[in-house]
């Protein structure tokens, strides 16, 4: 499977800022996902990432609050923008394995907005 | 649509005893089934999965059978372990891998 790092691991941050979530895998995929897992809860996904086009969003989440870059076909990032306390949670990036079934997933980026 | 159930946790076991957690699904087509599993404060591994009817999944001593019948995809180990202890969701993916929803999962601790 694919080795795949985030940045930042963790951060505090407070209202009204952004923050920019870096997704990095050692080697080429088509497809690229982001993830929200609030507090105790399961995984939403976010937007898949599209290399050379825009981010196809979910149902409920919007450009502008989460805009997504993929430059290349190892690397994506994440902004969470205007936060807000409900925004705490851990963001997750996925990669589709080779297998073309399953996902594998970074190891998260927590983060608390105060 | 597309949905995962499982188990409601947390579940609580001692150290070699027998582990069951429930998971259903609801699905157009023939979606493929995973268990992924959380360790504290780490991201999601996947534990094993099932792509056909009849499939079963093992790893690390896990075991789950894709019944199509019963719309199910239950998680077995005949002995859990202390360091068993993790939060486990089920998921199914449709679409190939394009598409991925998760059950709610289920916190696991094991006393020793």
């Known amino acids: 499977s694919a080795v795949i790092s985030q940045k930042p691991s963790r951060d505090i941050c407070q209202r009204g800022t952004s923050l920019t979530i870096q997704c990095q895998v050692d080697s080429q995929v088509t497809m690229m996902f982001w993830y929200r897992q609030q507090p105790g809860q399961s995984l939403t996904l976010i937007a898949t990432?599209?290399?050379?086009?825009?981010?196809?969003?979910e149902s409920g989440f919007v450009i502008d609050k989460f805009p997504i870059s993929r430059p290349n076909l190892t690397f994506s990032t994440l902004t969470v923008s205007n936060m807000s306390p409900e925004d705490s949670s851990i963001y997750l990036c996925s990669v589709t394995g080779q297998g073309g079934y399953e996902q594998y997933f970074g190891p998260g980026t927590r983060l608390t907005v105060t | 649509g597309n949905s995962v159930t499982q188990m409601e946790g947390p579940v609580t076991l001692s150290e070699e005893a027998f582990l069951t957690i429930n998971c259903t699904y609801t699905?157009?087509?023939?979606?493929?089934l995973f268990w992924y599993v959380q360790y504290p404060g780490e991201g999601l591994q996947l534990l094993l999965k099932?792509?056909?009817?009849?499939d079963k999944g093992s790893n690390k001593g896990f075991e789950a059978t894709y019944r199509k019948e019963t719309t199910s995809f239950h998680l077995e180990k005949g002995s859990v372990q202390v360091s068993d202890s993790a939060v486990y969701f089920c998921?199914?993916?449709?679409?190939?891998?394009?598409?991925?929803?998760f059950g709610q999962g289920t916190r696991l601790t094991i006393n020793p």
């Open positions: 099932a792509t056909k009817a009849d």
């Open positions: 990432a599209n290399q050379g086009s825009e981010a196809t969003y």
């Open positions: 699905a157009t087509g023939y979606p493929s």
């Open positions: 998921a199914l993916s449709y679409q190939g891998a394009q598409k991925l929803v």
